[in-house]
């Protein structure tokens, strides 16, 4: 399985619209707005170590998906996950 195989349609998109970016630095893309979607974050949120790491959730719609947008507007998102500073 290569780095870029695909589930579902918002993942194929984010492959598409790369924008010219080699790795996006995001950990999970193509996340549906929709119940699956919403239940996924939810685990995040519960089962991340909050004492190291720090997440950022971001909003995709149908245009550029090197960018944010609105969530109203939206039909997906991705979640970074980032290390906590150990100052």
Not at 17 to 29: A, C, E, L, T
Not at 43 to 71: A, D, E, F, M, Q
Request: one cysteine or more; proline letters at 5%; aromatic letters at 16%.
């Amino acid at each position: 399985m290569s780095a870029f195989d695909v589930d579902t349609e918002h993942q194929d998109r984010a492959i598409r619209k790369y924008n010219g970016v080699d790795y996006p630095r995001y950990i999970f893309y193509g996340i549906p707005l929709n119940e699956e979607g919403l239940h996924f974050m939810s685990l995040v949120k519960k089962y991340l170590n909050k004492r190291t790491y720090t997440y950022r959730r971001r909003w995709r719609g149908k245009g550029s998906y090197r960018h944010s947008c609105p969530p109203e507007d939206a039909d997906s998102f991705v979640v970074y996950i980032d290390e906590k500073d150990s100052t």
